[in-house]
């Protein structure tokens, strides 16, 4: 047997690669559809997580500004207003 048709492939040989073709372009599909879906949720976190970070800040100036003293200068009070 020559060198040829030792490397020849068989039709049942081809079906063979064309099904683990087919098995692995799905796990790809699939494997993206997975990668889009944890990034969005990341994400979301993220925002989730800058927005209660965000929050407590406003909370904290809402709060100075309510407990300001009266002898605090005028333009300190200003200041929590304009932030």
């Not at 068989?10 to 494997?31: C, F, M, V, W, Y």
């Not at 407590?56 to 207003?81: I, K, Q």
């Amino acid at each position: 047997m020559d060198e040829k048709q030792q490397n020849a492939k068989t039709p049942k040989d081809i079906r063979h690669g064309e099904e683990k073709l087919e098995r692995l372009q799905a796990a790809l599909e699939n494997s993206e559809k997975e990668f889009k879906i944890r990034e969005r949720e990341a994400f979301r976190r993220g925002i989730e997580r800058a927005v209660r970070e965000i929050s407590t800040v406003f909370d904290d100036f809402e709060r100075s500004l309510a407990n300001t003293p009266p002898e605090v200068p005028e333009a300190y009070h200003t200041g929590l207003v304009v932030l």
